[in-house]
């Protein structure tokens, strides 16, 4: 999840640039609060006490339009940049994320069902630890950075508290990033190596990490091969990005074979392109594609290879506006955000008829870069983000439609 939001994040700013600066990167040796999403949260606009414990007190909630709870971890700073960002939600209703404190340093949280807040460093209070993701028997996985490399690096963290450190390479990288992790424990991620290109990766539960490239991927300066998500049957999605900075989606299956997945009406300049995020158990993908006019779009491509766009109803049409795609459900039921025509955040759901409701968490920001992103959906339609309010500190939130 946290390269898809970086990628977001370059593409609905860089694009309306007027002149192009180079992808977001793994920092070699990141200055103090430079790990991860947090080297993005100053430069680029971001990615959001009602209650919804009622609702989230049985394994068959009550539902109830539009109940959030607002989940702000104490100990999280108050100050622009600061504050909670909750990004995953699982099958019994546990959340994590990480929240940065009033030095700017990053931990790592997980919440259970009854709002009880554990927090947690990968390795030491300094350690700029960012949790990104969370599967159903609650290992969290997400990255530090190492107090001996200053380099940013992957762990993981069984349920019960044991923390797992790895470099993604296996080795010789300069960086490496982990983004999903299925419920058997293997995870995915990318590494820079030497140059700063990009390669991909899957580590299985006992530690085998396996890397690969997409054919086509650039091997220049932050081009290369990125893995976005992982699947029971071991097929792997994301985008990589070739020589002349388009993007391209791609699956790998099991065995090691690829196929290309170019949505029709992607462009084909710099930062153009199409972008592979989730795959569920199913095989169905979610993504984001990139126009000639710079506007981001929403797909959704079916097992058999249709593709299905959308754009939800209130997307800005302008260069760097427009609508991504995060995550898609066996149900097919797609979250994300859009930037609305005054550059403004906002939560979407999109059903599997193509329904698609928009949402703001409370308390959100209504200045340009502010407001609502969405990030995970768990069953009964729990959804997991965080919003940014006026003063540009971050919350996190629930949300049960």
């Known amino acids: 999840m946290k390269s898809t939001h970086l990628v977001a994040a370059l593409l609905t700013t860089v694009l309306a640039a007027p002149?192009?600066?180079?992808?977001?990167?793994?920092?070699?040796?990141?200055?103090?609060f430079a790990t991860g999403f947090g080297l993005f949260r100053a430069a680029a606009p971001q990615?959001?006490?009602?209650?919804?414990?009622?609702?989230?007190?049985?394994?068959?909630?009550?539902?109830?339009?539009?109940?959030?709870?607002?989940?702000?971890?104490?100990?999280?700073?108050?100050?622009?940049?600061?504050?909670?960002?909750l990004v995953a939600v699982n099958s019994s209703f546990a959340s994590s994320g990480f929240y940065v404190d009033a030095e700017n340093l990053s931990h790592g949280f997980l919440r259970a069902q009854d709002g009880t807040l554990k927090t947690f460093d990968a390795d030491g209070a300094t350690s700029q630890t960012e949790a990104w993701d969370m599967n159903n028997r609650g290992t969290l996985g997400g990255d530090y950075t190492?107090?001996?490399?200053?380099?940013?690096?992957?762990?993981?963290?069984?349920?019960?508290?044991?923390?797992?450190l790895f470099d993604g390479s296996g080795g010789g990288g300069f960086g490496s990033d982990i983004e999903r992790i299925d419920n058997a424990g293997s995870a995915v991620g990318e590494y820079l190596d030497a140059n700063d290109a990009y390669h991909a990766y899957v580590r299985t539960k006992n530690g085998t990490i396996t890397r690969f490239d997409a054919p086509g991927a650039g091997a220049g300066n932050l081009?290369?091969?990125?893995?976005?998500?992982?699947?029971?049957?071991?097929?792997?999605?994301?985008?990589?990005?070739?020589?002349n900075n388009v993007y391209h989606g791609y699956l790998r299956a099991a065995d090691g074979s690829f196929t290309e997945i170019d949505v029709p009406g992607a462009g084909t300049g710099y930062l153009q392109g199409t972008v592979a995020d989730a795959i569920n158990s199913k095989g169905w993908i979610n993504g984001t594609y990139v126009d000639t006019n710079d506007v981001l779009h929403g797909f959704l491509r079916a097992p058999d290879a249709t593709i299905t766009t959308f754009d939800a109803p209130d997307a800005g049409i302008g260069a760097s506006q427009g609508t991504w795609a995060v995550e898609v459900d066996n149900r097919e039921r797609i979250v994300g955000w859009y930037q609305d025509l005054n550059s403004v955040y906002h939560g979407f759901e999109r059903s599997k008829n193509g329904t698609i409701v928009e949402f703001d968490a409370p308390g959100t920001g209504t200045g340009p870069g502010l407001?609502?992103?969405?990030?995970?959906?768990?069953?009964?339609?729990?959804?997991s983000g965080w919003n940014q309010d006026d003063s540009g500190v971050y919350h996190g939130y629930l949300r049960t439609p």
């Open 19 to 32: 002149t192009l600066a180079a992808p977001p990167q793994i920092m070699r040796a990141p200055p103090p």
């Open 47 to 85: 990615i959001e006490k009602n209650s919804l414990r009622s609702a989230l007190a049985s394994a068959q909630p009550a539902l109830h339009p539009d109940q959030f709870t607002i989940v702000d971890v104490p100990g999280a700073g108050t100050a622009y940049g600061q504050g909670t960002s």
């Open 146 to 164: 190492d107090p001996n490399t200053g380099l940013e690096e992957c762990f993981l963290r069984a349920r019960n508290g044991e923390v797992v």
């Open 223 to 243: 081009q290369g091969t990125l893995a976005f998500d992982i699947n029971r049957a071991g097929t792997i999605s994301g985008p990589y990005i070739d020589a």
């Open 371 to 383: 407001g609502t992103e969405a990030f995970d959906i768990a069953r009964h339609n729990v959804i």
